[in-house]
């Protein structure tokens, strides 16, 4: 019975169920479900408070409720606006669910040519929420997100926009939905909530299938579109497979039709790949969820992404992503501060695609985000490095990043760093002094908030990065290139906010730079450098670093040639400009160093020593070095050099060689000569040009120098010169000017001003110096025998340009002075003489002493100095004037042979010191000599100017007799020596001149007296012989001949003892005694011609014609001797030397000769008185006082 029973049953079970498949199967026939179509659209449209209109619907049971809907729309209600169209739906429903459950469970969805139009107001409210989901409010989130920002709620990941975008959808998928398929529809979306003027988002050919492959527990999901925009189309493809989760039975109890819990829990696995997406579609929404730095860059119109990364996780637990993003056709342009707004930096070239691609590796658990092994490349800049967040929550998001750079280049990296994550002083620094080169950043890294990244110009968040950077090659320009420092190598160090350099290496300008050590503090608030280098350079290199602030007019002169400097450099001050300037500081070295200097002859060289330098100063500790023979040093301060007119406070000291000083400007001092040694000079000069002070110490102990022609030092004598003083601009300031000659001291003080006509104010005095010390120093004066002291106080007033018109007050003193000056034959001795000095005019009242051996007395004063006029006189007892003038005449010429020339311009005439001087005297000497000659009672009037010499008043007693003359001598004529001579001897004898005669004329004894008027010219005594004119009267009386030549050879030939037969005077052994000389001489161009010289004795008279050349001492004359004899005694033994005279009165007899040749050995031939001629006859007739008949001669 029970068996039938449970076999009855199962029958009706079955009946039932075959029932109902029949009845669902036919049911699409008897049942026409478009009779409810309104009834469906009602209800749809009620519960998703919208309008919806379906065109046609198709149903069919077979799998499961299958139901196609045509044409389908969706409308707001308020302005029927669409939301939602499409051509065909269709669905499979399950059967059993719906009957067991009364619950709609999906299988398969498929929607063709779907038009879907979403927004989302300013309240935050999707127009499509309300058809897939019963809410009327907008959720929690929402009003999160509209009230905080980007970042939603605590709790809540970095996703929560995601989750919160999907859970809007407000439609519950059911995990048994196994086929999703949306084709060939069109997606646009407009987003109030995030803009004003939002950005339209348009998707064309989207297209999604999901599915769920027969015994696997995980679905399969790809979807793909077009996204529309002005430039290219941009396509998105995701694939990938979704997990099935468990639902979370509380939250779905809350939220029993929020898809929230199934998104969350679903394992996600997918590939997401995007090609030329453009980044300013999307920029509403980074100007809203990020930083400005940041979402900028989606404001620009070529800013693009590929996408091409895979993902793996969940919601909930987390992902782990990895792929590449690539940046094309992008900058990195920030909003400045100025009034530019925006500033374009292009890449690089922009013919060029320019792009740059991430690689990363993304770990997404909880509250913490994990990126390992990112490789960020822009162009050729490649950043690797990880990073890592925590606690999503508002201002209190960690970040830690690692980063390191293989090689930045520097001009290139500057695009991408520029900004405001620096200040904007930094950024000029950082724009302009950095330069060249390269970097790699070994390490950079950052641990702080989010908002602190974000915000790195703040110097406490820049504070929390950290790094080790190598450099190579960099330039770093210091102060817009005053201080460039190239070609760096070695390390940085990013810490606490500076940047420290360590064990750097490269160049400072053309100086290698050997160690640089040092920071840059504050790095993006105030920038404070602090540098310290150490390197070495050649001089050459060198010189135009070391002399940079020195002015272009000193610094053309310096040409370095040799050498090496050190140095250690410090640089310290801020970076930014409208700061205090950079404070450098230099201490170097030199070793080696030549210099020359284009205004000084002499080379400086191996120049050795210290310096330091400063923006004020340069401090020159000690150098030493040589100047050719010479030593050197150098020590003291050059403050403001880099002014027109610094300040100078040196100390020079120099054992200086005095040849290597004439290279110095002593070769310019014309009247310097003869300086040899070594002189010891120690000079300091402080103040600036125009204005400063100069203290000197000059020893010349070991030199020897001549100065004009009054001064010459040998070595070794003490002399040393020491100056204070100050030189404005106008004025020199003597202080103190000593100068040391042995025991003697000179002190000058006063002032020099206005150098275009220099005005000297001085006084000058001395202490009472002995003699014996100055004389050593005068040219003029010699050294042995000198005695005595002198002393000198003056006080002068004058013009350097008119040294002679000088004003003169004070006194010079002289006592018991020896001295022999070197132009005066003779010393003085015991000299005792005051000098005044009054204005333009020196007074010697009175002053006496020894000249030679004569006592003299003399006064004197000077005046007019441009042009000196001394006016003296001068008392003798005795003196000397072939003393005075060595085998010189009282002219001062010598006596030389024929063929000697006087010059005028001779040395000892030029050199003297006498020649400027002009002299107007009086002297008188109570005896002395003169050419050997002896005086008395000498009186004469005195006049020379250096080119005149005269004498007159003349008057002179000697020999029985007087001397009266006159005359000068002028030497600088053109055409030579000038002299005139008018002279009177009266009564001397002439014995005394025979040393002045020539030879054959020294025999003659007698009373003399000479008149004679002689003047010449030329520029040689020979030549002024040539040009001797005037005349000479001689008479003689009372004396005798003794040997004279010319009468001996006439007595000779004649051999008048055997003719006359009566003895004549012996001229040998008797003489010849006369009555009378009586000569008149006519002197024409040298040539003495005489027509009546006579003389006259009782035994015979001698006549003489002819003339004498004084130019070349040779003789042309003819002699007549008459005895005094009666014709009868002669007639019988002459033969035929002469002519008998015959007349009335007594009878004459004369003899001729010719006298010729060498006036000291003529030759003396007897003439034929017929070859006498009639014009010599008649002179003879004259002469001898004869009748004409007599002297007639016989045909």
């Known amino acids: 019975m029970k068996r039938k029973t449970r076999i009855r049953f199962l029958l009706s079970i079955l009946f039932f169920l075959f029932f109902l498949a029949a009845l669902i199967n036919l049911a699409p026939i008897f049942l026409n479900i478009n009779n409810y179509k309104g009834l469906i659209e009602k209800r749809l449209s009620d519960y998703t408070r919208s309008s919806i209109s379906i065109g046609n619907i198709h149903f069919a049971i077979k799998n499961g409720i299958e139901l196609e809907l045509n044409n389908v729309s969706i409308k707001e209600r308020e302005n029927e606006l669409s939301i939602f169209s499409s051509k065909r739906i269709k669905t499979l429903i399950k059967i059993t669910p719906l009957i067991k459950q009364r619950t709609i469970v999906i299988r398969n969805l498929y929607i063709e040519g779907a038009d879907i139009s979403a927004s989302r107001d300013r309240e935050g409210y999707f127009n499509i929420s309300r058809i897939i989901s019963n809410y009327t409010t907008p959720p929690l989130e929402l009003k999160a997100e509209k009230e905080g920002g980007y970042v939603l709620e605590e709790k809540k990941s970095i996703f929560l926009l995601f989750k919160h975008f999907l859970s809007t959808l407000q439609f519950e998928f059911i995990p048994m939905l196994s086929d999703v398929r949306i084709i060939d529809s069109h997606l646009t979306f407009i987003d109030n909530f995030i803009s004003e003027k939002p950005n339209l988002i348009e998707f064309n050919k989207l297209n999604m299938i999901v599915e769920k492959p027969f015994f696997r527990k995980l679905m399969k999901f790809k979807a793909n579109g077009i996204l529309v925009n002005e430039y290219q189309p941009s396509t998105i493809e995701l694939t ?51 930083p400005p730095e940041l979402s900028v860059i989606g404001s620009q119109q070529e800013g693009w992404l590929n996408i091409d990364t895979s993902i793996e996780g969940n919601l909930k637990n987390g992902f782990e992503s990895s792929g590449d993003i690539i940046f094309r056709a992008l900058d990195f342009s920030q909003y400045g501060s100025g009034d530019k707004g925006f500033r374009r930096e292009v890449l690089s070239d922009p013919t060029k695609p320019h792009q740059a691609s991430i690689k990363y590796m993304l770990n997404l658990k909880g509250d913490s985000l994990n990126f390992e092994n990112i490789q960020f490349k822009i162009e050729d800049l490649l950043i690797n490095g990880k990073c890592s967040m925590y606690g999503f929550k508002s201002d209190e998001t960690t970040i830690n990043i690692d980063l390191s750079i293989p090689r930045l280049d520097i001009d290139k990296g500057k695009r991408y760093l520029r900004g405001k994550i620096h200040s904007l002083g930094v950024s000029e620094f950082f724009e302009e ?46 102060n817009k290139g005053k201080y460039p420092l190239k070609r760096l190598n070695g390390l940085m160090t990013l810490k606490d906010g500076n940047l420290i350099f360590s064990d750097v290496s490269g160049n400072y300008e053309e100086c290698r730079i050997i160690n640089l050590n ?112 010479s030593k050197f040093s150098i020590k003291g301060v050059v403050k403001d050099f880099k002014s027109q007119n610094p300040l100078i406070d040196i100390n020079f000291y120099s054992r200086l060689n005095l040849s290597d000083a004439l290279s110095l400007g002593l070769d310019k001092m014309e009247k310097l ?50 100056f204070d003083g100050r030189i404005n601009s106008d004025t020199i300031n003597i202080d103190n000017l000593v100068i040391f000659l042995k025991t003697a001291r000179i002190n000058i003080n006063g002032k020099v001003n206005n150098y275009n006509n220099p005005k000297f104010i001085l006084s000058v005095s001395t202490n009472e110096m002995d003699i014996t010390d100055v004389v050593k120093f005068l040219t003029r004066a010699e050294d042995l025998g000198a005695s005595g002291i002198m002393s000198l106080q003056l006080n002068t007033v004058g013009y350097m340009k008119n040294i002679r018109d000088t004003k003169l007050k004070g006194r010079l003193s002289v006592k018991n002075a020896d001295f022999k000056l070197t132009y005066l034959p003779m010393p003085v001795n015991n000299l005792n003489a005051t000098a005044d000095f009054t204005g333009d005019r020196i007074f010697i009242s009175s002053a006496d002493g020894v000249f030679g051996d004569s006592t003299v007395r003399f006064s004197a004063s000077v005046k007019e100095f441009s042009n000196p006029i001394v006016e003296f006189v001068l008392n003798a007892s005795h003196f000397n004037f072939d003393k005075f003038f060595p085998s010189k005449d009282i002219t001062g010429q010598a006596f030389t042979s024929s063929k000697e020339e006087i010059s005028t311009e001779g040395k000892e005439k030029a050199e003297s010191p006498l020649r400027a001087i002009t002299w107007r005297g009086k002297m008188a000497l109570n005896k002395g000599k003169a050419m050997g000659i002896p005086f008395e009672n000498l009186l004469f009037n005195i006049y020379y100017n250096g080119e005149i010499l005269k004498v007159k008043n003349l008057l002179l007693s000697g020999f029985g007799g007087n001397y009266i003359a006159k005359g000068w001598l002028n030497w600088d004529k053109e055409e030579g020596t000038e002299i005139f001579l008018d002279n009177k001897i009266i009564n001397m004898n002439i014995e005394n001149l025979y040393e002045k005669l020539p030879v054959g004329f020294r025999d003659i004894h007698g009373s003399l007296n000479i008149n004679s008027n002689i003047s010449g010219k030329g520029k040689g005594l020979a030549e002024i012989k040539k040009t001797l004119n005037g005349n000479i009267h001689i008479e003689m009386h009372s004396g005798n001949i003794n040997r004279f030549h010319i009468l001996s050879k ?14 004549l005077p012996d001229l040998v052994t008797e003489g010849m005694p006369y009555n009378s000389i009586i000569a008149n001489f006519e002197i024409k161009n040298g040539i003495a011609e005489t027509e009546d010289l006579l003389i006259d004795s009782d035994s015979m008279r001698i006549t003489t014609v002819g003339e004498i050349d004084m130019r070349t001492k040779q003789m042309d004359m003819i002699v007549g001797v008459q005895p005094f004899q009666t014709v009868d005694k002669i007639i019988s033994s002459i033969p035929l030397a002469g002519r008998i005279l015959t007349g009335d009165k007594k009878a004459l007899i004369v003899f001729y000769y010719t006298v010729k040749g060498d006036m000291n050995d003529p030759e003396i031939t007897a003439v034929p008185f017929e070859s006498l001629g009639e014009g010599i006859l008649g002179v003879f007739k004259r002469l001898l006082s004869t009748p004409r008949e007599l002297l007639t001669p016989k045909k």
């Open 433 to 478: 002094g950095i330069r060249e080169g390269e970097l790699e950043v070994k390490s950079l890294k950052f641990s702080g908030k989010v908002k602190e990244l974000i915000n790195l110009s703040d110097p406490s968040n820049f504070k929390l990065l950290s790094g080790v950077i190598g450099v190579k090659d960099l330039s770093l320009d210091i």
């Open 1050 to 1063: 006439i007595f000779s030939l004649l051999n008048v003892y055997q003719i006359f037969k009566f003895k």
């Open 240 to 290: 990938g497979t979704v997990k099935d989760a468990i639902r979370d039975i509380g939250y779905a109890e809350q939220h029993h039709n929020f898809i929230y819990l199934y998104l969350t829990n679903f394992n996600w696995g997918g590939h997401i790949k995007v090609n030329s997406l453009p980044l300013n579609r999307f920029s509403d929404y980074l100007k809203k969820y990020f």
């Open 673 to 722: 000569s003869k300086a040899e040694g070594v002189s010891e000079i120690n000079l300091y000069l402080k103040g600036r040009k125009g204005n400063f002070s100069i203290s000197q110490t000059l020893d010349l102990t070991d030199a020897s120098y001549k100065y004009d022609v009054w001064l010459e030092k040998d070595k070794s004598y003490p002399n040393r010169i020491q």
């Open 518 to 629: 040092g920071s840059i503090s504050e790095l993006v608030s105030l920038p404070y450098l602090k540098l310290s280098i150490k390197g070495d350079a050649d001089i050459r290199k060198a010189k135009d670093t070391l002399l940079k602030h020195v002015p272009l007019q000193y610094k053309k002169n310096i040409d370095a040639k040799s050498g090496i400097i050190t140095a250690d450099i410090k640089i310290i001050g801020p970076l930014p400009k409208n700061t205090p300037p950079i404070h450098i500081e230099v201490d170097a070295e030199a070793k080696g160093l030549t210099i020359h200097h284009a205004q000084v002859k002499l080379p400086l060289e191996n120049v050795a020593g210290s310096l330091h330098f400063s923006p004020e100063e340069i401090l020159i500790k000690k150098l030493n070095g040589n100047m050719r023979d």
